[in-house]
């Protein structure tokens, strides 16, 4: 059986914790080091309902996407939600890792994961939007662009990313000519409106990625509709984009456990945490 500091080692060799952004905080938040680790669990994020999963399904180690603690903190007394999160962590003997911007940049990473669930890669190679400059093989990098099998209106892509990507309150919004042929798709796991010229720049049909802003989405959709390129929209939930990476993580932590003759139990959380939960349309 593992001690915490094996799972910790291989999970660092996936996702190195030096390849993640200068602001992320990721890494181990709480765990006895040589605690001897049966059961995983992988999630989005560090709240409380998927602590409550863990606690019951008896897991040794909760492994999230997003931080706990992303911006610091001078307390964790129990009168605040990630307070109670690292007490109830602590006293069931639940380590807490995380694997943030590191996962984004992976090969493969959160966007493999979401390329993978809507058929990108499935007859041809993936890039990534922004390449990693450290990485010599070129697959290392924030978001994938790549070639749908087989070619579809904005319209059918909306309905299609919506009938595979994990059910939310929003849904799946796209800003473009429903009838427009979309035949390279680029995508970004979480908030990616950052990348939206460099989408614009390799000449993708369509981008998918989540919290597109106001502004931005306008600026390029009329950019588009004025010079008659760029690409269509499709904005999905946060956590939607990014779940896909929990079960790719699993199977990869799955890999590894029976190369090391561990016997490791992994899941994924079923618990929906995106923070919408209800979605109504206004009519007139």
């Known amino acids: 059986m593992p001690v915490l500091t094996d799972v910790i080692s291989s999970l660092d060799a996936l996702w190195p914790p030096d390849t993640a ?3 992320d905080a990721v890494g181990t938040v709480c765990g006895e080091p040589d605690a001897p680790v049966r059961r995983v669990l992988f999630a989005v994020d560090p709240v409380p309902v ?8 008896d897991v040794d180690l909760l492994v999230t996407h997003h931080p706990l603690y992303l911006r610091g903190t001078t307390t964790v ?3 605040t939600f990630k307070g109670r999160v690292v007490h ?7 380590a807490l890792h995380v694997a943030h911007t590191n996962a984004d940049r992976a090969d493969p990473g959160v966007s493999d994961a979401l390329a993978g669930r809507l058929g990108l890669g499935a ?7 922004v390449p990693d400059p450290a990485d010599p093989t070129g697959r290392r990098g924030l978001g994938r662009f790549g070639r749908l099998p ?3 209106t904005l319209a059918a892509l909306a309905e299609h990313a919506a009938a595979r990507l994990p059910a939310t309150a929003q849904g799946i919004r ?3 000519d429903p009838d427009r042929t979309v035949r390279t798709l680029a995508v970004c796991g979480g908030s990616g409106d950052s990348l939206l010229e460099r989408v614009r720049a390799l000449g993708a049909d369509a981008y998918l990625t989540a919290d597109l802003r106001h502004h931005p989405a306008s600026e390029a959709a009329e950019t588009t509709a004025h010079t008659g390129s760029g690409p269509a929209l ?8 990014e779940h896909p990476w929990c079960e790719q993580a699993a199977g990869q932590l799955t890999a590894i456990a029976a190369e090391s003759g561990w016997n490791l139990d992994v899941r994924v959380s079923g618990r929906v945490t995106d923070p919408w939960s209800t979605h109504a349309v206004m009519l007139r």
Do not use: Y
């Open 21 to 23: 952004e200068d602001w």
């Open 50 to 57: 998927v602590v409550e999963e863990a606690i019951a399904a």
């Open 77 to 79: 007394a129990t009168d």
């Open 88 to 94: 109830s962590l602590i006293r069931h003997g639940i």
């Open 123 to 129: 007859d041809s190679p993936l890039v990534p939007l």
């Open 150 to 152: 087989a070619p579809m």
């Open 174 to 176: 796209a800003a473009g």
């Open 234 to 241: 499709l904005d999905a939930a946060h956590w939607a984009t």
